[in-house]
């Protein structure tokens, strides 16, 4: 079992910044960043392997957000810059670790004036 726990989101004005942290119990192979809005699916932000530090991000983010992690401290990050009202969801941490996958309990991101 892994356990994940978000912390970082809030409300920001558009053009503005913020950094979510997502704290794993475990090592993992992987973690990710998905955002869901009432109605719609989750989609993935971003992903990356934390023993090469390989990533991949959604075109929407590509730019603005970056993904990185820490893995003395199992511990994943997500930069998020130049902000849109568009990007106001709320934030899931996933993490893979052997063929489990694990979610975080989310964290609001609101992007508004």
């Known amino acids: 079992q892994v356990q994940l726990v978000e912390s970082g989101g809030g409300l920001v004005q558009p053009g503005g910044s913020l950094r979510l942290s997502c704290a794993a119990s475990r090592s993992i192979f992987s973690m990710g960043w998905y955002r869901q809005t009432p109605g719609n699916q989750r989609e993935l932000v971003a992903r990356?392997?934390?023993?090469?530090?390989?990533?991949n991000y959604v075109d929407s983010v590509k730019g603005r957000f970056t993904i990185s992690r820490d893995n003395a401290k199992n511990t994943g990050y997500l930069q998020m810059n130049s902000l849109k009202p568009e990007d106001t969801a709320v934030y899931y941490c996933?993490?893979?670790?052997?063929?489990?996958?694990?979610w975080g309990q989310g964290t609001q991101v609101t992007v508004s004036s």
């Open positions: 996933n993490a893979q670790r052997g063929s489990s996958i694990y």
């Open positions: 990356i392997i934390t023993s090469t530090g390989t990533t």
